[in-house]
């Protein structure tokens, strides 16, 4: 059954009715402004109502009372003698006689709490995190399954830090769900006033899960979660090596949805050749070989769907020494690694593989020997795979500086580097 709604009014100017009118009826509202689409939805649901001059006005704030009407009027209609509001807030409210009844439905609702005592204010505009709240604790009255894990989008609010605490849980809500966006540089601002286009663009995701952000993404299991394609699978290393599923080497989303129907995981798949290499730089350049001791230090930035692979072989005789009594050292983790005895060094291999697999798109690889003879070099050379060339090993040295200067053949090779 459609619910009526009741347009929001706004006490110091009278509205008209805008059943029918569309942001392209508004005098102020641009077609290309991002809140113009929002504007139309809003106005055929009759939740905000345009003024008499045939304008929007979108940048204006909204009050309290009227963001709390609206909210209500959106999740149980217009209110009437059967779904009149049975409890009464404690405060003794100043607000106008028209708004108390949705203040006490709200409470009903649990919209409002007496906790929240800045709704006690009367006539002041509502503040982006007090918008916040009342929607996350809407979405929860209209029964959606919250979100469980919201830790990724902490990444994605520039001023999460400055935020007050009793907005965080309920802003990660709501960006989780979709319903908030933020603004281009990445803020919330939730001591910012509400504007009308703002609130339009809430309430309207609100009601309307395909106008969510990022309705339309598919969200994968990932150990536990859901995520989509694109966000960040830690958001607690900085953001260089935040990775998602996208920079796994699996072509594309489409073919990603096929890998899973086929049973595959990310756990299955290697990360794209400059994301692994990104990382194995970072092992290459920490390495030290001094006398006989090697030292290197693995970060601990690889995404839970990957794992180390670094092998050290050598002799721990520099003399008479032949392949069968060739010696190794394996680390499959992070951490800061010593090794001694190191007399004569093979090869330090550099990986990063699939937690469930051993194929891998990049490798670095530090070479002493010749290859198939037990001859050593005068110096190690250092390949990354499949760049067709070598390079003098340069302790502490990585991939920007061997290749600074290098011109590679487009006709036999190209190498994309992108971090």
Same mark, same amino acid.
């Given at each position: ?100 009844? %949705? ?31 009342? +929607? ?46 933020? %603004? ?56 260089? %090596? ?44 920490? +390495? ?59 090869? +330090? ?71």
């Amino acid at each position: 059954m459609k619910k009526k709604i009741l347009a929001t009014f706004l006490s110091a100017v009278t509205l008209v009715s805008c059943g029918s009118a569309l942001a392209a009826n508004y005098s102020d509202v641009n077609q290309s402004a991002w809140y113009s689409s929002y504007v139309n939805k809003i106005s055929e649901l009759n939740a905000f109502s345009g003024y008499e001059d045939g304008t929007f006005r979108p940048d204006n704030q909204i009050t309290q009372e009227e963001f709390i009407k609206t909210v209500v009027c959106l999740i149980c209609g217009e209110l009437n003698e059967s779904n009149a509001p049975t409890v009464k807030n404690t405060w003794n409210s100043k607000w106008s006689s028209w708004a108390v009844p %949705y203040l006490d439905k709200a409470f009903e609702l649990g919209l409002i709490t007496e906790q929240d005592t800045k709704f006690k204010l009367v006539g002041i505009p509502c503040t982006r995190g007090e918008m916040a709240k009342v +929607i996350t604790r809407a979405v929860e009255y209209l029964k959606e399954e919250p979100v469980a894990d919201t830790s990724t989008y902490i990444a994605k609010l520039n001023d999460y830090d400055r935020m007050k605490e009793e907005y965080k849980p309920y802003v990660l809500q709501a960006y989780a769900k979709g319903i908030l966006s933020g %603004y281009d540089d990445g803020t919330f601002r939730d001591d910012g006033l509400l504007t009308r286009a703002e609130a339009s663009s809430v309430l309207v995701r609100l009601i309307d899960k395909s106008e969510r952000v990022n309705a339309d993404e598919t969200l994968y299991d990932y150990f536990g979660r859901k995520v989509t394609f694109t966000e960040p699978l830690r958001t607690d290393v900085p953001e260089q %090596y935040q990775v998602s599923i996208s920079d796994h080497d699996v072509i594309s989303q489409a073919n990603y949805n096929e890998s899973v129907q086929l049973g595959g995981t990310p756990s299955d798949y290697c990360l794209s050749r400059s994301k692994a290499m990104m990382f194995e730089d970072l092992v290459l350049q920490s +390495i030290r070989y001094d006398g006989d001791t090697i030292t290197l230090t693995v970060p601990d930035l690889l995404p839970q769907s990957q794992r180390w692979a670094i092998s050290i072989a050598y002799w721990d005789t520099d003399k008479d020494y032949d392949f069968t009594t060739m010696k190794s050292h394996y680390v499959g983790e992070p951490g800061t690694f010593e090794f001694n005895d190191i007399k004569v060094l093979e090869e +330090i291999s550099i990986k990063v593989l699939p937690l469930n697999s051993s194929s891998f798109t990049s490798g670095i690889f530090i070479d002493n020997g010749v290859n198939l003879s037990l001859e050593r070099r005068e110096k190690p050379l250092v390949d990354f795979n499949n760049a067709q060339t070598t390079f003098e090993w340069v302790q502490g040295q990585g991939y920007k500086d061997y290749f600074k200067d290098y011109v590679f053949d487009e006709n036999k090779y190209e190498f994309e580097l992108s971090w």
